[in-house]
């Protein structure tokens, strides 16, 4: 079975370019390499007896933790709520349980992790902020399985979190049923996580990355791949992420995610040839060579650089040469330490902006100019949608980036309009894909016509030993921490 789900725009959602790079602090809890209000400071954390409310004795130690001085002086305080953009712009509506309870998540790739609202949290929690949410009762749904034993956490570097206990139920994704999918029920959250306008999250990225302990849990995609929902041929899902810009435009700017099929009008629209390239998803997230960027056709070489698409991410981050070669081409821009970014006169025409590609394998994806500025800054300024990445060794191309292209993903592939790049067996095996085409490339790669039998030797790294495994047919990989070596394989 195959769907399409369109994306709701959050109406709550409010630009603000300073408080997204603050979210993306503390997700990926980079240090700046730019002055500004916000950063990374060493403090003392302590473990004892509670005291009014605060531990005592005890052991202590010291971890890092998002702080933010005031501008002009040397005072230092704490990140309130306020200082972090956490709503998302599009937002997709799925059912949980029997019968369905209806919840809008925000759909991230890069994350994995499925948690929701739920009548677990406080009373207070839900009194103050659950009016405008959808809550999940698990006690309503005569498909709710506690998992015991079973918890999530997700928090910050600003001290932010939400945590609680693990479920399984059916999980509706556009008329695709997803059964026994683990679900993650909010018990405890913090103000920061309150106030986004979603009822949760659902994470797009590889299972390794899931916070569910003792054991990490299957995520959405994995499990319609396990339980057939989609045939191993079309194993993929795909984002396009549209603009109020384009509103007059034949698709009128439409945000959607297929399950399971490629959108053909979509595809045909591009007028693109397909090109692909390999993803290292040992870090969970889609993630893929990007060793050059072009600023008005003048190229930037970046030897070794890597970059994730994250679909959580409004901005794009990238290395600080590349952050100021692109302001550089445009007329007044600087990079304004009290924003914490580089913004540009409001007023600069498109003509005046520079034409900005970043490489994806061997190829390079030109950002919209509209997407070039992202939010108002300071009067008669725009924050820029490129911003620096830190101390961070990869590029994050969020939605700046994302807007321009169509992208298709699974375990085993990412794909935009222009690219088709194949992970999984493909990728440790180095196979590639001689004749790719969007209607006859098989998920794993290869060629149009499937692999008969493949004979490799796995090296379990757990366990220290080689074992021979046949495969008389693509199979999905639950093991992601197995190394495979290539061994026999029919001619192709």
Known sequence: MATKIRLIPNLNYKRSGTKSYVHLLRKYRFNTTKEGPYFFAPTLHQVGRVYHDKPIGGKAHVRRALKKRTVGTDQVGEVSAEDVQNDSEYLAQVSIGTPGQTVSLDFDTGSADLWVWSTKLPSATISEYGKSHNVFDPSKSSTFKEENGYTWQISYGDGSSASGTVGTDNVDIGGITIKNQAVELAETMS???????????????????????????????????????????????????????????????????????????????????????????????????????????????????????????????????????????????????????????????????PVVSFAVGDKQFVVQKEDLGFAEAKTGYVYGGIQSRGDMTFDILGDTFLKGIYAVSSLYIWMSIFNLMHRGLTNVLGLRCRQPSLRSCPTQGAAAEPICALRVSVLDRKHGYFNEIMYEKYMYIEELNLVMAIGKEHPL
């Open 191 to 353: 103000t920061e996580f309150a106030q986004g306008a979603g009822d949760g999250l659902l994470g797009l990225a590889f299972g390794s990355i899931n916070t569910v302990q003792p054991k990490a849990v299957k995520t959405p995609v994995e499990n319609m791949i396990a339980q057939d929902d989609i045939p191993d041929s079309s194993a993929l899902f795909t984002a396009k992420l549209g603009s109020w810009r384009d509103a007059n435009e034949p698709d009128k700017g439409e945000s959607f995610y297929t399950f399971g099929f490629i959108d053909d009008a979509t595809v045909q629209s591009s007028g693109q040839e397909i090109s692909y390239t390999s993803i290292d998803n040992s870090e969970g997230f889609w993630m893929f060579e990007s060793t050059s960027a072009t600023v008005n056709g003048k190229t930037i070489t970046r030897s070794g650089n890597k970059a994730i698409a994250d679909t959580g991410t409004t901005l794009a981050l990238v290395d600080d040469e590349t952050c100021q070669a692109i302001y550089d081409a445009i007329p007044g821009a600087y990079y304004d330490s009290e924003t914490q970014g580089y913004i540009y006169p409001s007023d600069t025409t498109e003509d005046n902006l």
